[in-house]
């Protein structure tokens, strides 16, 4: 059996003060969740959120991790510097990323083995543009993002995949029940095909783009999505109601 998994994705948004009042808000409506509760923040903001959600069920994540373990690597942040503060996660290859800041799936590959090795559980975001949907490319995008991006890794049922379709990305336009779960359906029997169907079995799957308190319940429902990943809802009291989604 899979375990729900919503997480938050606050992107460049919140302060040390602002997310920490946030968190202490949010905590009591998703105490009694059944999944697994995450925060993903920007670096400079994970003391200040481990702190105001230590002694609840908010873990906290980072929104990337660099693949040395230190280096002249301005500006990025390794996965020793999130161990520190028990960061449980990391987004890795978010389509923001890809598009705005030229990461690859090499790139993404690199980042996922070395947040494993350091016990730090990545989502890997993979998803296509709407003019690759629109000419019919969305299974080989995906393809090439799993087979390139997922190199490598002995125990695949460690990450989580986000399948955040690039066109639903805080849109307002969010993929239909019925799209999410034929790509994600598809995303698990490809890690059958690459690793093993066992594997394709237990890992963990999301979705992700305009995801809200409205249309969670519909994709939450489909078989093969186990949860979410949540920008623009997760910054108001809303994910609360994302995450009670089956209350
Ligand atoms: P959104 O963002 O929910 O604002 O569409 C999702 C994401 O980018 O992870």
Not at 46 to 62: L, R, S, V
Not at 67 to 88: H, P, R
Not at 105 to 114: H, I, P, S, Y
Not at 176 to 198: N, V
Request: aromatic fraction near 6%; include cysteine; hydrophobic fraction near 40%.
């Amino acid at each position: 059996m899979r375990k729900a998994f919503i997480a938050g994705n606050w992107k460049m948004n919140m302060t040390a003060k602002t997310g920490s009042e946030f968190i202490k808000q949010i905590a009591p409506l998703v105490k009694d969740a059944d999944c697994d509760v995450a925060f993903c923040v920007p670096a400079i903001l994970i003391p200040a959120m481990t702190e105001a959600a230590k002694g609840t069920n908010i873990a906290i994540g980072a929104e990337n991790v660099h693949w040395e373990k230190s280096g002249a690597f301005t500006g990025e942040i390794s996965s020793d510097m999130l161990k520190e503060y028990g960061v449980k996660y990391a987004i890795i290859g978010h389509s923001e990323r890809r598009q705005y800041f030229g990461e690859t799936d090499e790139g993404v590959n690199k980042r996922t083995l070395a947040a494993l090795a350091a016990g730090i559980t990545p989502i890997v975001c993979v998803g296509e543009t709407l003019s690759q949907r629109k000419s019919g490319d969305t299974e080989n995008v995906v393809r090439r993002q799993l087979e390139e991006g997922l190199k490598d890794i002995d125990d695949i049922t460690k990450i989580v995949i986000a399948y955040e379709p690039v066109w639903a990305i805080g849109t307002g336009v969010v993929a239909t029940d019925e799209q999410a779960e034929e790509t994600i359906a598809f995303i698990r029997s490809e890690i059958g095909r690459i690793f093993c169907p066992k594997c394709a079995e237990n890992i963990i799957i999301q979705y992700g783009g305009s995801m809200n308190a409205s249309n969670c319940k519909g994709l939450m429902a489909q078989p093969d999505i186990d949860g979410g990943l949540i920008g623009g809802a997760s910054l108001t009291l809303d994910f609360a109601k994302i995450v009670n989604y089956n209350k």
